[in-house]
C-alpha cells in the first residue's frame, strides 16, 4: 500500500506531539519516502548480482562465438578472394589467347584479300 504524502504528514505531526520533535524526526528519516515494497533487500540484490553474472558468463561465450565466426569468414573471404583472383588471371589468359587468335585470323584474311 502506497502511504500519499499527506498521510505522512499527519503521521509526522502525531509522532512530533507523542514522543517529541527530534525523536518523530528521526523516525520519519528512517522510513522510505514511498513504501517498504520500493526498497531492495541484500538477497535482492544478491539475486540481481547472480543474474548479471551469468548474463555476463553468457556475453562472453557469444563473443567467443563470435570471434570464432568472425575467423571462420575471414578464411572463407580469403579463399573467395584467391579464386575470383584465379579465375581473373584465367580470364585474363583467355583474353590473350583469343586476342592472338583474331590477330592471327585477321592477318590470314588480310594476306589472302
Known amino acids: ?3 500519499s504524502e499527506s498521510a505522512r504528514y499527519e503521521m509526522h505531526k502525531e509522532l512530533r506531539t507523542r514522543l517529541g520533535e527530534p525523536v518523530a524526526d528521526t523516525l520519519m528519516e528512517h522510513l522510505p519516502p514511498s513504501g517498504w515494497s520500493d526498497v531492495a533487500r541484500t538477497s535482492d540484490l544478491q539475486l540481481v548480482k ?6 555476463r558468463g553468457d556475453l562472453n561465450h557469444l563473443r ?7 575467423d571462420d569468414m575471414n578464411t572463407r573471404f580469403s579463399l573467395v578472394e584467391k579464386r575470383i583472383d584465379s579465375i581473373v588471371h584465367g580470364l585474363w589468359a583467355a583474353v590473350g589467347i583469343f586476342s592472338g587468335a583474331f ?3 585477321f592477318s590470314l584474311i588480310a594476306a589472302k584479300g
Do not use: F, N, P, S
Open 1 to 3: 500500500m502506497t502511504v
Open 50 to 55: 547472480g543474474d548479471l553474472e551469468h548474463l
Open 64 to 70: 567467443g562465438d563470435l570471434e570464432l565466426l568472425r
Open 103 to 105: 590477330i592471327a585470323l
